[in-house]
């Protein structure tokens, strides 16, 4: 077995076609592959969706061998500032193209620049089209100015469908030749959530520890809680009994090394699953969102953790 390189690199995709779970957004960029022409490019999405990758897949086709020499990555939270814009970015969009009609720009995590910075950006956009074309990157769009917004063609990607994270996971597997149980398959799309990254790295994690991978081996490795755990944790507060869920609190936070965040974020998945009316899930996600603020802004965790379970407690 072959650890050299990270699996989100060793098996990022090259080309458009090995995109997977992404099918009407791989046809819009190879419509632009086509006509050897495209417009500034939105890229919006969670972490781990496929951004990147298509951003430097749609480079490789679309300039060839000579793509290094015509593509520039920057990332925004990095440099976020004015200065980056004016410098970096300018000097190399003002420079015409190597064997291309254009250059591309891939600005990630753009959501990250100040409002000045996207600014002069906006600008930049607008003067060097002739030579060069942007794709920016971004988790909210919402948080890109409307003048950005209207000189891009937006595409949303939202988070991967579990059979897209099977099927690249299974590619993976027979390359490495590793077996993944059932239950770790399983395992592994519980902690991904629609996050092919976080997918990849869980898997190669796993793998360091034998060649064979199950569920057990997948929970240990994420420092997760299986969701059976954290469903005993919330019916053993709704049957008013609080010290029976405080002990297996004190499992979670003490043993397995949890975070505060982490398991709040845990139950509130783990509602919905659970055989109790609606109206009743209506209030625990109220309640949990409630004290997840509160561990936002920088309460104690334990402290806030025990209170939530406590008020599930009372009838």
Same mark, same amino acid.
């Not at 209030?283 to 997840?292: A, M, P, R, Y």
């Given at each position: ?29 190879? #419509? ?58 300018? =000097?190399?969009?003002?420079?015409? #193209? ?5 250059? @591309? ?64 996971? +299974? ?8 077996? @993944? ?11 991904? =959530? ?10 190669? +994690? ?16 994420? #420092? ?9 944790? @919330? ?10 869920? *405080?002990?297996?609190? =004190? ?24 055989? @109790? ?24 965790? *334990? ?13």
């Amino acid at each position: 077995m072959s650890f050299e390189k990270p699996w989100t690199e060793k098996y990022r995709p090259v080309k458009l076609d090995d995109v997977v779970g992404r099918p009407y957004i791989v046809e819009r960029l190879k #419509s632009y592959v086509s006509r050897n022409n495209m417009p500034h490019l939105l890229f919006a999405g969670p972490a781990g969706v496929g951004k990147t990758t298509c951003a430097l897949a749609l480079a490789r086709e679309m300039f060839g061998e000579s793509w290094h020499q015509n593509f520039q990555e920057t990332n925004a939270s990095d440099e976020r500032g004015i200065n980056v814009v004016r410098e970096r970015i300018k =000097d190399f969009a003002r420079t015409m #193209s190597m064997g291309g009609n254009f250059k @591309i720009i891939f600005l990630d995590e753009s959501d990250a620049l100040t409002p000045d910075a996207q600014n002069a950006l906006r600008r930049t956009m607008e003067i060097y089209t002739s030579t060069c074309r942007f794709i920016l990157s971004c988790n909210y769009s919402s948080k890109i100015i409307p003048p950005i917004q209207s000189r891009c063609a937006i595409f949303r990607f939202g988070p991967l469908p579990e059979d897209a994270i099977l099927e690249k996971l +299974a590619r993976i597997a027979e390359n490495e030749n590793i077996i @993944i149980k059932d239950d770790g398959m399983d395992a592994i799309k519980y902690i991904a =959530d629609g996050d092919m990254r976080k997918a990849e790295n869980t898997l190669q +994690a796993a793998a360091f520890l034998g060649k064979e991978i199950n569920g057990e081996l997948v929970y240990q490795v994420s #420092s997760r809680a299986r969701p059976e755990e954290i469903e005993d944790m @919330i019916n053993a507060s709704l049957g008013g009994n609080f010290l029976a869920s *405080r002990k297996l609190l =004190d499992s979670l936070l003490i043993e397995k090394g949890l975070s505060g965040q982490d398991i709040i974020t845990q139950m509130h998945r783990q509602i919905m699953d659970l055989d @109790i009316p609606e109206e009743r899930k209506v209030d625990l996600v109220d309640k949990i969102g409630e004290h997840e603020f509160r561990l936002v802004e920088g309460s104690n965790e *334990r402290i806030q953790l025990e209170a939530l379970l406590a008020r599930l407690s009372k009838k």
